[in-house]
Structure formats: C-alpha cells, structure tokens
C-alpha cells in the first residue's frame, strides 16, 4: 500500500452503508477535484457494509495514498459515521459529502474558496453547501421543502437547505458540538448555538451513481420531527459566551 498523506490540511470525510458501487466513482472524482487543494485525505467511514465497500476502499488505498478507511462493525447511522471519521481526521478543516455520487465531489473546491486561503473567515466555523437543481424524485424534493421550512421557522438557522451533504467545517469546533444521532442535518443551527457563523454556497447535485438509498420519505419525516424537538431544546440551553484567554502583561521587574 503507498505511504499515507503526511500533514494534510483539509481531511475530506465520506460516509459509506453499502455504496460498493459508488465508492469508486467517488474517490476518483475527488482526487480529480482536490488536486489544487493538496495536501488533503479522503477517509472513507464504512458503516457496518454487508457488501464489497470495505474491499473497495482498500483497492483504492492503494492507488491513492490519499484514502484511508475507517471502519464500524456495525451500522451506527449516518452523524456516528461523520463522527467517527472528523474524531480520526488529521486536517483543521474537514468537509463532508455523500458517498453515493449525489453531492458531486467537483463541488469541494467552491466550499473551500470561501476560506481566506486555508483558514475560515474570523468568527466563522461552517461553510454550509446548498443543493441546486436536486435530482430527486418529486416526493423527495416535497418532503425535503416541508422540512427545512419546518426546521427554519423552529431554529432559525438561516439556512435554506441544512440535509446536504456537503458541508466543510472546523474540526476543533465540531468537536465541541454535543454529538447525538442525526446531528450533521442541524450543523448550521449548532455551530450558531455557541456563537459561531455560517456561511452558504449554492452547490450542484446530481442523481445517485448507483445502487438503492438506505432511507425512506416517511422514516426521514418521524425521526427529523423528534430531533427537531431535542435541537430546539438545546438551542435553549446554549452557551452564553465563547472564553477567550487573557494574557497579562511580565512584570518585568519581579
């Protein structure tokens, strides 16, 4: 296998339930993509597959010393899966996209244009993609659209499209973040509990590459309702305030 990336600055982190169809046409879309932004690593999170997944990251592992694979033994969800890939990340900034084709990898390079070179604008943890243009079915698209107006009329996180799985972040502040399932649909809301900014991009999307979606309309609408209501809550109880250190000024005559 080729010696990993040394030293990345940018940890690109892709989620994976049986995409054993996908993970390819992923990975090589990214490195296509990312090649201004080196150094950087992709990691590939395998939640619990029963396909070829895994098999597949490793063949790739060995063309590109970009990827690395993460692997859970059983399925724990999409937010354990993002988690568990920004927890083993070795870059400050960390963007996440889908691993079934549909946030196109040729995207990346938007989010990360709206740094100042590699650091995020003052005040700044988040830059959060916005699909355009979706590639869903329509009951999909009416769902998505009765939810996000639903979360923004609830939370008020400004942010017209918060499902998408394109995000680029700091992984310090992520952290930080109270971590519970289905968290990485409310990143824009949490990021603003604790007093931190969004920015948006308008991203492209596209229809899924290959294989079958591991969700469903109806499972999607029950669960976001319920995490609507624990958010809310913690939004109520955030941080007043952010600490930053003092320094005191040497007694230089002591």
Same mark, same amino acid.
Request: net charge positive; hydrophobic share 40%; proline share 6%.
């Given at each position: 296998?080729?010696?990993?990336?040394?030293?990345?600055?940018?940890?690109?982190?892709?989620?994976?339930?049986?995409?054993?169809?996908?993970?390819?046409?992923?990975?090589?879309?990214?490195?296509?993509?990312?090649?201004?932004?080196?150094?950087?690593?992709? =990691?590939?999170?395998?939640?619990?597959?029963?396909? #070829? %997944? +895994?098999?597949?990251? !490793? @063949?790739?592992?060995?063309?590109?010393?970009?990827?690395?694979?993460?692997?859970?033994?059983?399925?724990?969800?999409?937010?354990?899966?993002?988690?568990?890939?920004?927890?083993?990340?070795?870059?400050?900034?960390?963007?996440?996209?889908?691993?079934?084709?549909?946030?196109?990898?040729?995207?990346?390079?938007?989010?990360?244009?709206?740094?100042?070179?590699?650091?995020?604008?003052?005040?700044?943890?988040? =830059?959060?993609?916005?699909?355009?243009?979706?590639? #869903? %079915? +329509?009951?999909?698209? !009416? @769902?998505?659209?009765?939810?996000?107006?639903?979360?923004?009329?609830?939370?008020?996180?400004?942010?017209?499209?918060?499902?998408?799985?394109?995000?680029?972040?700091?992984?310090?502040?992520?952290?930080?973040?109270?971590?519970?399932?289905?968290?990485?649909?409310?990143?824009?809301?949490?990021?603003?509990?604790?007093?931190?900014?969004?920015?948006?991009?308008?991203?492209?999307?596209?229809?899924?590459?290959?294989?079958?979606?591991?969700?469903?309309?109806?499972?999607?609408?029950?669960?976001?309702?319920?995490?609507?209501?624990?958010?809310?809550?913690?939004?109520?109880?955030?941080?007043?305030?952010?600490?930053?250190?003092?320094?005191?000024?040497?007694?230089?005559?002591?």
């Amino acid at each position: 296998m080729s010696p990993r990336i040394d030293s990345p600055w940018l940890s690109i982190v892709v989620p994976l339930k049986n995409e054993a169809g996908n993970v390819g046409f992923v990975a090589e879309a990214i490195v296509e993509a990312c090649a201004p932004l080196a150094p950087y690593e992709i =990691v590939f999170v395998d939640d619990g597959s029963d396909d #070829d %997944t +895994a098999a597949g990251v !490793l @063949a790739l592992a060995e063309r590109f010393p970009q990827i690395r694979l993460v692997q859970h033994p059983v399925s724990a969800g999409q937010s354990a899966a993002v988690h568990s890939g920004v927890t083993l990340a070795r870059g400050s900034a960390v963007c996440t996209l889908d691993g079934d084709g549909q946030n196109p990898p040729s995207e990346i390079p938007k989010l990360a244009a709206r740094l100042e070179g590699r650091d995020f604008p003052e005040g700044v943890a988040l =830059v959060a993609g916005q699909r355009i243009g979706r590639q #869903d %079915t +329509a009951s999909k698209r !009416l @769902a998505s659209r009765a939810g996000n107006a639903i979360r923004q009329a609830l939370l008020h996180d400004d942010t017209r499209d918060s499902g998408c799985g394109l995000k680029l972040f700091r992984r310090d502040v992520f952290l930080t973040l109270p971590y519970f399932d289905h968290m990485h649909r409310f990143l824009p809301a949490l990021v603003a509990r604790d007093g931190w900014k969004t920015l948006h991009q308008d991203v492209a999307h596209a229809p899924r590459h290959a294989g079958r979606s591991n969700y469903s309309n109806l499972a999607r609408a029950v669960v976001g309702a319920y995490d609507l209501v624990g958010v809310t809550w913690l939004i109520r109880r955030r941080k007043k305030a952010r600490p930053s250190e003092v320094t005191s000024p040497v007694n230089r005559g002591s």
